[in-house]
């Protein structure tokens, strides 16, 4: 077993490093880069961070993996999973959305003048996107999803609810999947469709959630849409958002934050007392600690497999599964244990007179629960490895 990366590769990852080092440079740095806000800075929205997409987009880090036709350079998506650790680590804004889900799809099945209109603007980082997937009735079992597309003229009309829509709330532009067959078995009338956010009928509402995590709720009312909002073929959209999630295994399971936050927890524990004590020196912390380094090293591992997997053109359903399961139960673990140890002072939040480590630990109970559930939930990944790992009937 060789998970070892080769020369290329490290040079690659360098040259993120650097080029993220004379970033953190930039006065209004913290505005697109902070570890502190655990990996959700990409849901953030203004101006420093869309520059400093661009500045990624001009560097050319986006549409690594995509054809050289549509203005990718074909490199193996093995860099893009590179890079995004890189800004993962920084608190940076991950790619993914546009130039994975959403660019790689348009690329295999829409129009030309899709292409023509889309590939462009994600390269250069000149637009964002919101996914519309999730509805009141519809988050693990999906395809039950009740948002419905009817014939309208050449076009269609779209009447329902979304809920969950992170970036709603700024996105120009939202990747939506809708009914558009009722009378098909649930997975086969589904299609997906591209409209500007702005389009008559649509309204946008705000929810705040966990550790102000901000996301959305949006309505449909009669929202009419032309022939060219339909992205492939009618009724094909349950395949389409499959391999959409397909295309981010590379990209979705960053480690680098874990581990950070593993580093920032000992550092918050080192040299602290209790009772006049040396929490080094209490047997207790010490075997709590050990089996969590213990832990870490098991989530890198687990991690590795999903990357090694899908270099190998693999799809790692399981090994995905197995890492997001692991990995954002142990976030959890490490923030716990960090909270039981530093006394009432850890639980300041962030801006709080005495606040441990900036309140950055209140922060994290906050925002970990979050990655438990986005992306699919704990249960679900269980699920998965049940029935395809361990062959278990469906329940
Ligand atoms: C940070 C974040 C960002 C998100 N961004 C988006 C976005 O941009 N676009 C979008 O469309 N959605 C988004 N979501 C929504 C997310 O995909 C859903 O919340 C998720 O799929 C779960 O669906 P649900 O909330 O409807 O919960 P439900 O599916 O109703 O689940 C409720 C509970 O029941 C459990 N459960 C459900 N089914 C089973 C089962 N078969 N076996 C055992 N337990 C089960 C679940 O694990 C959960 O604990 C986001 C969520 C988060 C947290």
Known sequence: MDFKLSPDEISFARGVRAFLEEEAQHPDAHDFMDPDRDCHSQLANSPERRAFCRRMAKRGYLGMSWPKSYGGQEIPGIYEYLLNEELALRGAPLIGKGVGCIGKTIIRHGSEE????????????????????????????????????????????????????????????????????????????????????????????????????????????????????????????????????????????????????FERALEALRGRTRNGHPLSEDIGVRRAVGKLAAEIETAKMLQRRVV???????????????????????????????????????????GAPGAVDGGVWEHFYQTTPLDTIGGGTSEVQKNIIARRHLGLPLA
């Open 114 to 261: 899709m292409k023509r209109q889309f590939l462009p603007m994600i390269l250069d980082a000149e637009t964002e996107f919101a996914l519309g997937y999730s509805e009141p009735g519809a988050g693990s079992d999906l395809a039950s999803l009740k948002l419905r597309a009817e014939p309208d003229g050449d076009g269609w009309v779209l009447n329902g609810q979304k809920v969950w829509t992170t970036s709603a709330n700024f996105a120009e532009w939202y990747w939506v999947a809708a009914r558009t067959d009722p009378d098909a078995p649930k997975h086969k009338g589904i299609s997906v469709f591209l409209l500007p956010m702005n389009t008559p009928g649509l309204t946008v509402r705000k929810i705040d959630t966990l550790g102000h995590h901000l996301t959305n709720e949006v309505f449909f009312d009669n929202v009419r849409v032309g022939p060219g909002a339909l992205v492939g073929e009618l009724n094909k959209g349950w395949t389409y958002v499959c391999e959409a999630l397909d295309f981010e295994r590379f990209t979705f399971y960053t480690v680098n934050p874990l581990l950070q936050k």
């Open 308 to 350: 090694d997997s899908a270099a190998k053109g693999g799809v790692p359903a399981i090994e995905a599964a197995m890492y997001k399961v692991f990995a954002t139960r142990l976030q959890q673990v490490v923030t716990d244990f960090v909270l039981d140890h530093l006394g009432p002072t850890g639980l300041l939040r962030k």
